[in-house]
């Protein structure tokens, strides 16, 4: 693994209160030729409940059968549906019998209510069975509704997540289907879970993501990676900015950050606060550790990085320096981020006129940060996309498809996954281009 930290100022100036925006990037090396991969210990959970007769169960079933086909005869492999009652189908099989599998698969039918919780929680035992840190041991949740029977309440579903991810080293990626299901719930229970959240408009695209939720799957190279900052005491506060989970006790931070496929980059962006300083010095920001798992073939390596982070105090002409443009970038992202979930809290408010107005502002201030920022047609893309969803909340037909995209746009970019947030707007395009609108 690679650790790097940048700032926007290496320099604060004496005699004023200060913010410095710390950006760490960590990239995770490349497999190695001819490397044996992880075996992969994953579970299917599928809703089956009558919402998702016809269409959606036909293509979450060819999605399913798509998975079985890239397992290895070692991986193991379950398979759980549930409506208001849960089958366990296929319980931690391994593949040797790739026929019996696919079989079961094709017997699914629709049935009646959604007991998510049920469905996932029988997964999660399954996947238990046979975990171990050297499988990467995962859970897919596909469902085009919402939970509402058995565990319904979202704060235990999130904690439900995080300790499975703790416990057992078992994450949990949603995928929502359609227009029905409840994007807030799933895109929780993911991040706690250590997993990804993925809006799926229409059953075609079904296909299509989970081969790529697979690929990073069999891809993965590190796992549990952890960010520890210790932050000396002169600093007066710390927000992360980016939405990885974090814990903080009174001036330590750690960030979790979860597995990583190869040659992954993920970033985490913090704004530190400082108190005006007397004098030209160089202050000890925060000791800085990353931790990870490697996994090799048949083994796991514990490994760890540390180094300190270093800011500069001089007097205001020598700090006026412009800003690092790679950091500047991601404050812009993050800020788009951002944008999104104030619109989606404006539009649960009833505001819609509000929604656009917080879109639009921040449309602007993209385009104003853009020259300055390392990639500006990135900025330029995403002012460009804040003004698009803004149009289509003009349009009462398009609400809750563009409130589902804005919360999933906003959970790719705070999550720093970029390409995914790409991979999404190019499947809304095409759904786009064939129906000759933007279609749910």
Known sequence: MKLESRMDHTVVPTGTAS????LLTLTAPDSPAGRKRPALNLAAVLDRSGSMAGEKLDYAKRSTQLLLDQLAPDDRFSLVTFDDEVQPLVESATVSDPTALSAAIAGIQAGNCTNLSGGWLKSIELVSRNASEECVNAVLLLTDGQANA????????????????KDKNIRTSCLGLGADFNEDLLKRVSEAAG???????SPDHAPEVFKEELGGLLDTVTQNVEVSLD???GVIGVAQLTGHPWKAEKSSYRVLLSDFHAAQVKHVLLAVQLPALAEPTDMHLASLSMTYAELRE???????????????????IEAAIPGDPEVILHIGLQQAAKARLDAVSELDNGDTAAAIRVLRANRDHLRELAPGASTPALLENEARELERRADELLDEQKLRESRKFMVSESANILRSDMQ???????RHDRSSNTDGHAKS
């Open 19 to 22: 913010v410095v925006h710390v």
């Open 150 to 165: 058995g565990i319904v309440n979202p704060d235990q579903l999130t904690a439900l997540g995080q300790n499975v991810l």
């Open 195 to 201: 997993g990804r959240f993925y809006y799926i408009e």
């Open 231 to 233: 932050f000396t005491d």
């Open 298 to 316: 048949g083994a796991v390596d514990l490994k760890s990085q540390k180094r300190n982070l270093i800011v500069g105090v001089a007097n205001a």
């Open 420 to 426: 995914r947030t790409f991979s999404s707007r190019s």
